[in-house]
Antibody, heavy 117, light 108 residues
Framework: QVQLQESGPGLVKPSETLSLTCTVS????????WSWIRQSPDKGLEWIGF???????SYNPSLKSRVTIAVDTSRNQFSLKLNSVTAADTAVYYC???????????WGQGTLVTVSS | DIQMTQSPSSLSASVGDRVTITCRASQGITNSLAWYQQKPGKPPKFLVYAASTLESGVPPRFSGSGSGTEFTLTISSLEPEDFATYYCQQYYYTSLFTFGPGTKVDVK
């Protein structure tokens, strides 16, 4: 059974970098596409970006200048870095796996990240 | 960007009711449309892909239809566990996946 688990700080100060890791169990991170998605009352569900186990990435243009997604196949993990955060980045952050037909078939439980001083 | 809209934004229904939710895309997306169900405090659950194909394990009371710009999700007979928020998502443009704003189904 595929399981994803997000981990990282729940509180980040404005202008600093949000860093999260997603640990995948029950399946190999290769070969697949893996995404980060966030959810807030203001913006709803917002796709942040994906990474392939090869390292190929694609990012939401609205966030592209601030986002980096990386993969560590040896640890079966992938990560998210979002820099220069503001209160608008406060959200529940999910990691998810793309099915072989693109929709997200497995999701982590989500982690709330609050941006506040 | 492809904008996704849903109607209604919320609806009240009773167990046994037939429920239909509509999703519209701002541009044609063929059948590259998925549906998810989300309950409070939980991640979305994958229900439907290719507009009308049920994910494995999804009860047959759920059905999806549509292509191009207009899609529907129908629950033929609402069960107690179906009270939730439902989201559509387009994956036609894989450079920018977008979701609808959601439709909340609550108890009448």
């Amino acid at each position: 059974q595929v399981q994803l688990q997000e981990s990282g700080p729940g509180l980040v100060k404005p202008s600093e970098t949000l860093s999260l890791t997603c640990t995948v169990s029950g399946a190999s991170i290769s070969p697949n596409y893996w995404s980060w998605i966030r959810q807030s009352p203001d913006k709803g569900l917002e796709w942040i970006g994906f990474i392939h186990d090869s390292g190929f990435t694609s990012y939401n243009p609205s966030l592209k200048s601030r986002v980096t997604i990386a993969v560590d196949t040896s640890r079966n993990q992938f990560s998210l870095k979002l820099n220069s955060v503001t209160a608008a980045d406060t959200a529940v952050y999910y990691c998810a796996r793309h099915s072989n037909v693109w929709p997200f078939d497995h999701w982590g439980q989500g982690t709330l990240v609050t941006v506040s001083s | 960007d492809i904008q996704m809209t849903q109607s209604p934004s919320s609806l009240s229904a009773s167990v046994g009711d037939r429920v239909t939710i509509t999703c519209r895309a701002s541009q044609g997306i063929t059948n590259s449309l998925a549906w998810y169900q989300q309950k409070p405090g939980k991640p979305p659950k994958f229900l439907v892909y290719a507009a009308s194909t049920l994910e494995s394990g999804v009860p047959p009371r759920f059905s999806g239809s549509g292509s191009g710009t207009e899609f529907t999700l129908t629950i033929s007979s609402l069960e107690p566990e179906d009270f939730a928020t439902y989201y559509c998502q387009q994956y036609y443009y894989t450079s920018l996946f977008t979701f609808g704003p959601g439709t909340k189904v609550d108890v009448k």
